[in-house]
């Protein structure tokens, strides 16, 4: 039965009714860096995973003692300070078997009355870090300081730490207490080896007893000696050692699975700028050194270094001071040791200019393959706290399909849900069940488990697409234990579009965070909003991003300022969760943009890197929309292109979409403003392509368009207010509308020109009847230099008005025999258009439209009726024939002149009754006007022929 399940699953994948299959990427990883504008700054002093596995902190930010708890996910739950006396910092953290959590550092002016020195802390809170009890420890008037916290094998916490013990130049020597439910030391133990003694690490032996790691200094201008303090049980000294080596120190110590006491720190090599991660072995029971290493960059590898057991090993971490790049800066290290202590695996994490100093890392299986660190990271003033986790997708699994962290599951529009699977295979007898468990923020919301999975194993899980994170845990058992083998955080469902174009589609923000200019990333950020693309660029590894982080390492395109806009307006008002795959390129001309004829998907050619990556993605059968913005390219020098060819040019990008992008519900096209005159362009060079683009609606009607000429324009790109914010806007509510069921008012599509004519048979006035009648619309002066009279330089535009549905231009003087049409170019800078509806949106730029005759004496201001609107016209857009039926109020019996896309008479139809036929399979495709005159109106039908 389990075989056919999978036979089943396997099909329904193949025969595309299920997410398409991703392929599994060795690692996974999760990069969050939370921004730390405290004035003094915060300092984490360590990490832990957590029973639920969640991650607690502890640490400090003058004044305030600090613990918090991140999820599973490394996204912080809360956080809480902790105070005692005037000041507090925390050093360490355990949890209890019970939930209750204890920390271990130092308070100021916290001990006896009247005494001010820093005394040793230990603070026991429940779950939630509400304190239950504290306890002090030190002696009167003299400093103390608890370093290291431990769980001890009967669930005591355990410290060390220094105290000090003399007043001439502060001696102090180290401390080792039990401690019992009340904080209370049930065990008390100083040890000294030199003047300064100061243990920073505790561990538990395998006999019960204990080793203190950390440095000593014989006198105070001494050079430090890594101390090693041994112990039994009852913390009776049974051995202590300092290094031979000049300037050692230990900060971490552990036991090897052979028994040794294997200690981990750093030393001088040369004291002005090599120092290296240095660990010592000793024998448990003599203490003697059995073997040492070394490990580093040719610089500074310090801060941080710490040691955790691992299965045939250790996990360890540090900073690594030699940069990837010059005039970059050090790195966060994690490394993997064998038994003997040889290097297995470094792994590096670059944060460029940034200077890190690791925390600490934590293994999160027994091999160590997946783990976790913090580092704190600084660039002069920006400061940052940095989490990382990484995990490898099957350890004794071997996966053909998981989801990956942040994933978006395309939605069923049906269900409103998306779908997740898990599966592959599992060898031999490594588990007796394997289990899926289901997250729905943080709390378990369903388990599915598998009790025979030698062989062939699948998991299939639905999510709403709902403004909620989904976390999946793929773990096996063996004995009742749980392995972690996948798992994938922060997953969605809900809905996926693309965008493409040039710079104006990238819409790309500043490089520096100080940038003064402003950008949508300040405010409009949202977790809900993903993307998907490269980790590197160069790369061949995939991530999915969300736009509540910084990039990390995603080196794609994001969603862009408009894009973002719109994906956060879709997630705010829909309560749907949305992909942005922005495949767009920077100053990319049409022509580039084509894919290779022989070969779509060849990697040489931007379209086929775009057309993997969405495949990859899972999205390619589920896309919603596609928005394009582009052609500014190609009004510049080296193209040029007229309105005919550039419009060729899209017809032939959009038959390779529909092709390889089936599944698209709806597209949109921005039209470009003038722009990049440094690039060669000119104003009827780019008025060329706004033509173009003018027609693209009329003729591929799937397209719908959205005018550029109301937003904010700094002469190439745009600026954000009135800019990118109103083009993310503006698009939205035609998405609203044609996706999302929404209704809206009027005003939500750009101002277009239906027909045009000299309204005073003194051809000194134009009227423009607009498309959408029940519009709201408004003249802005100034900008009457917008319209140009083609063919007459004699005449202008120097005037206009709205008079309800049109537009009416005022001209100095009638134009000249050559005049052919009306264009509206719109203009360079600034944020607004001579004709904006009341949404502000800009009327659509055109070229060359043509202007009828005025209309007989008497009838210089008649009232015209928009056929489109008032008759009823069908097919249309046409290829072999349209028919009309009229209003009732028409007589039918009239002759119709017919007008080409350039205003040229085309030919002419008689109809002898309010129903009539008109054969056009031998008509040029375009667009045309049907026009005539019946008593003191002019009646007008725009026809699209394809």
Not at 280 to 295: C, F, K, M, P, Q
Not at 389 to 407: C, D, F, I, W
Not at 473 to 490: F, I
Not at 887 to 898: C, F, H, I, T, Y
């Amino acid at each position: 039965m389990k075989n056919l399940l999978f036979l089943i699953a396997v099909l329904c994948i193949a025969a595309g009714t299920s997410l398409p299959a991703q392929n599994v990427q060795p690692f996974q990883e999760i990069i969050l860096k939370f921004l730390d504008d405290t004035p003094t700054g915060v300092i984490p002093k360590q990490i832990i995973p957590s029973a639920d596995g969640s991650f607690l902190v502890a640490g400090y930010g003058q004044p305030l003692g600090f613990i918090a708890k991140l999820n599973s996910c490394g996204s912080p739950l809360w956080s809480k300070p902790i105070l005692y006396g005037a000041e507090t910092e925390l050093n360490g953290i355990v949890e209890l078997p019970s939930g209750e959590l204890v920390v271990a550092g130092r308070c100021k002016n916290c001990g006896m009355k009247g005494d001010t020195t820093w005394k040793a802390l230990v603070v026991k809170t429940d779950a939630m870090a509400q304190a239950i009890v504290y306890n002090t420890f030190g002696n009167p008037s003299f400093d103390a300081n608890a370093n290291a916290v431990i769980l001890t094998t009967q669930g005591k916490p355990a410290i060390a730490g220094n105290v000090g013990v003399g007043d001439f130049l502060s001696p102090t020597d180290g401390f080792l207490a039990v401690l019992d439910n009340q904080l209370d030391a049930s065990l008390w133990k100083e040890y000294n080896e030199h003047y300064y003694d100061n243990p920073q690490a505790l561990t538990q032996l395998s006999d019960g007893g204990f080793a203190l790691a950390g440095w000593s200094n014989e006198n105070l201008t001494d050079p430090s000696e890594g101390l090693l303090i041994r112990t039994n049980a009852q913390g009776q000294l049974l051995w202590k050692s300092s290094s031979d080596l000049s300037y050692s120190l230990f900060k971490s110590v552990r036991q090897s699975e052979d028994g040794k006491i294997v200690a981990l720190g750093s030393y001088f090599v040369n004291p002005q700028q090599k120092r290296d991660a240095y660990l010592a072995v000793h024998n448990s029971t003599t203490g003697a050194l059995i073997s040492d290493e070394t490990y580093g960059s040719l610089l500074y590898d310090d801060a941080g270094l710490w040691l955790e057991p691992i299965q045939d090993g250790f996990l360890a971490s540090g900073t690594w001071g030699e940069p990837s790049q010059p005039n970059w800066n050090s790195r966060s290290w994690v490394f993997r040791l064998n038994e003997n202590y040889a290097m297995e695996e470094n792994y590096f994490r670059d944060e460029y200019l940034f200077a890190q100093n690791m925390v600490n890392a934590v293994p999160l299986t027994t091999d160590g393959l997946d783990f976790a660190f913090l580092s704190k990271v600084h660039f002069f003033e920006d400061k940052r706290v940095l989490f990382v986790k990484r995990s490898k997708q099957g350890h004794e699994v071997q996966l053909t399909n998981a989801p990956m962290h942040y994933q978006l599951s395309p939605r069923n529009l049906s269900t409103n849900k998306g779908t997740v699977e898990y599966e592959g295979s599992l060898n031999g007898n490594a588990y007796d069940e394997l289990r899926l468990q289901v997250f729905r923020n943080d709390t378990l919301v369903q388990t599915q488990s598998d009790m025979t999975p030698q062989g062939n194993f699948y998991f299939q899980s639905e999510i709403t697409a709902e403004l909620a994170n989904y976390e999946f845990r793929l773990s096996g058992l063996k004995n009742g234990v749980a392995y972690m083998e996948a798992g994938a955080c922060d997953v969605v469902a809900g809905d996926a579009y693309l965008i493409q174009g040039q710079s104006n589609a990238v819409a790309g923000i500043p490089f520096y965070i100080s940038d003064p200019i402003d950008h949508t990333y300040n405010y409009h950020r949202n977790p809900f909003v993903r993307n998907f693309g490269l980790k590197s660029d160069p790369g061949s590894l995939y991530t999915w991003h969300k736009e509540a982080d910084e990039n990390g390492d995603y080196a794609d395109n994001i969603s862009g300022q408009w894009g973002l806009i719109l994906g956060k307006k879709i997630v705010e008002e829909q309560g749907i969760p949305v992909a942005i795959l922005n495949g767009a390129i920077s100053g990319i001309s049409i022509d580039s943009m084509m894919p290779d004829p022989q070969n779509h998907e060849n990697q040489a050619k931007s379209y086929g890197r775009f057309l993997k990556r969405v495949k990859r993605s899972g999205l390619i059968d589920d896309l919603r929309g596609i928005i394009m913005f582009q052609g500014e390219t190609n009004a510049a020098g080296g193209f040029w292109d007229s309105a005919d060819e550039y419009f060729q040019k899209f017809v032939a990008l959009d038959d390779a979409w529909f092709e390889d992008f089936p599944s698209l519900e709806k597209k949109y096209l921005f039209q470009i403003r003038p722009g990049a005159f440094f690039a060669g362009a000119t104003l009827l060079t780019c008025l060329q392509i706004e033509e173009a683009q003018h027609r693209i609606p009329e003729l591929l009607p799937d397209w719908q368009i959205m005018s550029s000429t109301g937003m904010n324009h700094d002469g190439t790109h745009y600026h954000y207010e009135n800019g990118y914010e109103r083009a993310g806007n503006d698009i939205y509510r035609l998405v609203a509308q044609n996706l999302y069921g929404e209704t809206f008012a009027g005003n939500i599509h750009p101002p277009r020109v239906d027909s045009a004519w000299f309204s005073d048979c003194t051809n000194t006035q134009i009227t423009l009847q607009m498309r959408h009648t029940d519009d709201e619309y408004f003249w802005t002066p100034g900008y009457e230099q917008d319209f140009l009279l083609e063919g007459s330089a004699n005449s202008s535009v120097i005037a206009g008005f709205i008079q309800g549905d049109q537009v009416v231009l005022q001209l100095t003087e009638a134009p000249g025999p050559n005049f052919t049409g009306l264009s509206n170019t719109s203009h360079l800078l600034e944020g607004e258009a001579a004709v904006e509806n009341a949404n502000g949106i800009g009327m659509l730029a055109f070229y060359n439209f043509p202007v009828t005759a005025c209309l007989p004496s008497g009838t210089n201001n008649p009232e015209v009726q928009m056929m489109t609107n008032a008759a009823k016209v069908f097919p249309n857009p046409c290829t072999e024939y349209f028919e009309v039926i009229l209003p009732e109020k028409a007589s039918g019996a009239l002759d119709w002149n017919v007008y080409d896309g350039k205003g040229q008479l085309f030919k002419r139809i008689s109809a002898s009754g309010r129903e009539f036929r008109v054969e056009v399979s031998g008509w040029p495709a375009g667009i045309y006007q049907l026009k005539t005159i019946e008593g003191d109106q002019a009646l007008s039908i725009r026809i699209v022929k394809l």
